[in-house]
Structures are given as structure tokens and as C-alpha cells.
């Protein structure tokens, strides 16, 4: 389709990101891609469409956007992760018992909710046989919600995403080897592993940034705004702090931040070890050496420090594509962010060339 780029939404609690492709030169490159920050708290909120479509139309109209084709992964709170294993009968139907499994398990009628899946492998139990799948399932209510709301922002949603695919679509990966992945968001964070052959991991964990900020607010009795600048500038200091120069002789408030934060990140670094330790159990463990980070939470000072002495692994940045490219565009664009927060965004609007 001549003329055609596709655009990728990323609807998080704190922020908005979308990201364009645009087709040169037989390849595909980031036209456009901005930040709107916006905050609701429950999707639930009356206002929460009228918000979503002001803060996308305010995105879309000012920022030189081509067309109005787009692709949007819902927001993890409007969605529900389930591993589902499917047992390999002759004549079963995937989505079938898939969709059947999450009705039961939801206590729903399946015309009430919507439902994708990816196939993660296969595992043998009491001698049978069975497919890995993780479902994703969503209100529909909400669903029709979401692609009004993005409709009424003057843009046509031709399809919605799930998260995991997206940063799957977002990221690169050598053949040889398997990628883990934590993309940490503002409530919710999603642990994922993948190889050359797709998803072999998945799992959404009840922890994000947004937590760092109310502990700060609570411990020093401050607004959240002010906490954010906070969190954002001091960051936190690795366990083993006298191991490097930099944090050797750590300011007398950075010692006040730390302590009020720090329980909340090993938090985090719990749940990972609890889900690290799992796979070990299962034999779905490749051997892991190392955790990409990638995610607005993931630019906090500090944190891969600090993961990396509580998880006993390397931690480094997640390789998303284009991202030279991509950095290029979102710093010229006076956004001043990394590129690996457009991951997301990037990977949902890949998926629509694919």
C-alpha cells in the first residue's frame, strides 16, 4: 500500500508513546515518536477514555505524524496473563480450548471478553503431551472502549496488541542464544525470555516505578511530583555501594533516599529470583547470564546496578532495534529519552509492516 506507515501506540498509567515507520529505501525507519505523560488511576475512572483521547490527539496532532493507521497494545491493567497448557488429541482446536480454559477460569460466558495466545513449547505430563500457551484475555466492554477512545483521537486502529509480542517484535536477538527481558513500567512490570524461535517465558509482575515514588513521598513527606524529580536524580546506590568510587562517599541524603526505597527494589529482585528459580525447577531454564532491562522504571540510577548484585547476574540494556536511529529521532524531537522506552511502541508498530 503506497504511502502506507504504520503507527505503534503504547498506552502505560504514567505515559503514552508512539512510534512511526516509514518505508526507505526497501527498509523500514522511525518517522515519528513522542512521550505524552498523562496519569489515571483505574481504567475504571468515568474519565478515563476522555483523558486517553485528549492525550493522544494532543500526541498525534504535534508531532508530525503521516496518516492515521495504527496498532495499540492495551494496557496491562485492562488485560489478564494466563499459562494454559493444551493437551496435543487429534482434532483439538487451539483457540477453542484455549478460549474455553480462560471462560472457566474467569467464570465468564466467552462472548463477554476477547482472547489471543502465543505457543511457548511443549512439556510432557504423566506421559501426555501438551502445548505451552499463554493467553491473553480482556474485557471486551473495555476493549471496545480503548479502540473508540484512539478512534475519537482522529487515528483508525486496525489491530490490538498484546504487550509480550510487541517488546518481542522490538527487540533484536542473536540466533544462538536466549534473550531475558524485564521491561518495568510505571505499575506493573513483565518478566519475558525469548529465542530465535519466539516467547518460551512470560509473566507480569505487580510491581512498578510508580512504587519507588509513593515511598519516597511517604518517607519524606513530600508530593509526588516533587518525589519523581527525586527518585529521578538521586536513584539508588548499588548493595555492595564501596565496590565503586562513584558511590564511595555517598551524599548524607542519598543514605535517607536509599533507605526508603530500597526494600521496594528488593521487592522487585524477589519476584525475578521467584521466576528464575521456577524455570530452574521446570527445565525450561537456558542457563541465564545476563537481564536486559528496558522500560521507563528500567532509567532509574542505579537499578542495574543494583539488580545485578542481588540477582548475581550481568544486567545491560536491552538491544531494541533501530535504536540508534530511533535515539537520533526522539532527541531531535526534544523528548530527551532513551530509546529503549519507545520499545514497546516500536515493536507494535513493527508488527504492522510484518
Wanted: charge should be negative; glycine fraction near 8%; charged fraction near 25%.
Amino acid at each position: 500500500m503506497a504511502g502506507y506507515s504504520p503507527i505503534g501506540i503504547d498506552v502505560g498509567t504514567s505515559d503514552i508513546k508512539l512510534a512511526q515507520l516509514k518505508r526507505e529505501r526497501k527498509q523500514w525507519l522511525p518517522f515519528a515518536a513522542v512521550r505524552q505523560v498523562w496519569r489515571t488511576r483505574s481504567t475504571d475512572e468515568p474519565q478515563f477514555d476522555d483523558v486517553l483521547t485528549t492525550s493522544l490527539k494532543a500526541a498525534y496532532e504535534s508531532h508530525g505524524f503521516k496518516g492515521r493507521r495504527a496498532i495499540v497494545t492495551a494496557p496491562s491493567c485492562l488485560i489478564d496473563v494466563w499459562p494454559v497448557k493444551v493437551p496435543l488429541n487429534e482434532g483439538v482446536d487451539v483457540f477453542s480450548f484455549v478460549q474455553a480454559e480462560i471462560a472457566e477460569r474467569r467464570g465468564q460466558l466467552t462472548s463477554e471478553f476477547v482472547v489471543d495466545y502465543w505457543i511457548a513449547g511443549e512439556t510432557v505430563e504423566h506421559g501426555e503431551t501438551k502445548l505451552e500457551a499463554y493467553a491473553v484475555s480482556a474485557s471486551r466492554e473495555k476493549i471496545v472502549s480503548l479502540v473508540k477512545s484512539i478512534e475519537a483521537a482522529g487515528l483508525c486502529c486496525t489491530r490490538i496488541e498484546i504487550g509480550a509480542t510487541s517488546l518481542a517484535h522490538g527487540v533484536e536477538i542473536d540466533e544462538s542464544t536466549e534473550l531475558l527481558l524485564l521491561d518495568i513500567g510505571d505499575r506493573t512490570s513483565m518478566l519475558m525470555a525469548m529465542d530465535n524461535m519466539g516467547i518460551t517465558f512470560c509473566r507480569d509482575i505487580k510491581w512498578g516505578g510508580g512504587r519507588v515514588t509513593a515511598k519516597l513521598k511517604q518517607a519524606l513527606d513530600i508530593d509526588m511530583e516533587t518525589a519523581e524529580q527525586i527518585k529521578l536524580e538521586w536513584g539508588i546506590r548499588p548493595i555492595h555501594e564501596h565496590s565503586d568510587d562513584q558511590f564511595g562517599d555517598a551524599h548524607p541524603r542519598q543514605q535517607v533516599i536509599n533507605d526508603a526505597i530500597e526494600q521496594e527494589i528488593r521487592g522487585l529482585a524477589l519476584e525475578i529470583g521467584r521466576s528464575l528459580a521456577y524455570r530452574v525447577q521446570s527445565g525450561d531454564a537456558h542457563g541465564e547470564r545476563s537481564l536486559a532491562l528496558v522500560g521507563g522504571g528500567s532509567q532509574l540510577r542505579g537499578m542495574d546496578r543494583f539488580l545485578q548484585d542481588a540477582l548475581k547476574l550481568g544486567v545491560t540494556t536491552a538491544p531494541v532495534r533501530m535504536h540508534e536511529a530511533l535515539a537520533t529521532l526522539v532527541e531531535h524531537e526534544g523528548q530527551h529519552d532513551a530509546a529503549e522506552r519507545f520499545a514497546i511502541a516500536l515493536g507494535t508498530a513493527i508488527s504492522g509492516v510484518n
